[in-house]
């Protein structure tokens, strides 16, 4: 099997996998009892909480576990427009953004909210001229994804929220899903800032936003004392032990990791290139881990299950999305038949110099194959 969809989901490391396992086994207590069982986890979710606000720099009060990045980011979206609507109702956001994005400020324009769109230029990356010039007096948060999840395009999100501090009543959200653990990741400039478990090698079922100290949210889920007076129900410990240690692992010989992806990621970009029909809309600024590319005349789904075939796995766009094209890949080119025959390969300082050897030779073999049966 040749596993290069990453960017959907990791395998889960053995060691977070342990960590999982032990805290299942030996805390059976709830965190939220007050009897010796639950103060013991109760100790040790903070100690989870520690270690998560100590490796991205922020304060453990500042540290919300959720189910995944996908409630994260409507926790801090529809959080700050419910709970400052008496400020304003006017959201900025991109048309490059995950469905977790899109589809909660969609939700919230029919609700009553003003929703816009950032201009992206031809790069790819935020126009911030354009970003500036559409902040108004009712304009109370900018949603922002740090990368890209089909393109792989960053953003300078820093600079970004730099310039956000100007407008003291705009709270800056980063979707950063596809940047922690793949990029150092720097929270000094953002107000509220979104990961998941399942991206770094760890369990699914487990998130986290990260909220600085001045921002009050407005809770989506209601039901009492939890770790988060935000986010609430029965902590789910193990969870939490999981993400704790997967961050920590994920950052561990982080640069190795890194020059190693980009090493591969050069490499394989200078094959693809070299076969017909082959289009790459990953660009500069994208991560070396997310590599997008149209094959000219083949639909992706088709391509999809033509490599399935050989045990390689790839995907066509972000596997929450539901669209039959890539919408990023369109917004960044304008090309419908890129958008539609667009793939998305996601590698890993797991993936192998082999597995990409075996991709190329089988990707180029079905692009003769399916262009033939098509009688090009």
Known sequence: MVYLDYSATTPVNKEVLDSFNKVCLDYIGNANSIHKLGKESFHLMEACVKQVADILKVKSDEVIFTSGATEANNLAIKGVAYK???RGNHILTTK???SSILETVDYLSKNGFEVEYINILEDGRIDINDLKNKIKKNTILVSIGEVNSEIGIKQNVNEIGLMLKDYPKVFFHVDGTQAVGKIEVDL???DLYSFSGHKIYGIKGIGCLIKKGNIELEPIIHGGKSQSKYRS???TLAHYA???????LVYDNFNNKYDYVMNLNKKLKEKLLKINNICINSNENSIPHILNISIKGIKAE????ALAEKDIFISTRTACSDNTISLSVYELTKNKEL???????????????????????????KIKELSFEKGE
């Open 188 to 190: 000094k400039n953002i």
């Open 84 to 86: 400052y609507r008496n």
């Open 242 to 248: 999981s993400i704790a240690k997967a961050l920590k």
């Open 339 to 365: 958008a539609r025959s667009s793939l998305r390969i996601s590698i890993s300082y797991l993936t192998t110099e082999e597995e990409l050897e075996y991709f190329v030779q089988v990707i180029e073999d």
């Open 233 to 235: 129900g029965t902590p």
């Open 96 to 98: 490059l953004e995950h």
């Open 302 to 305: 088709t391509m999809l299950n």
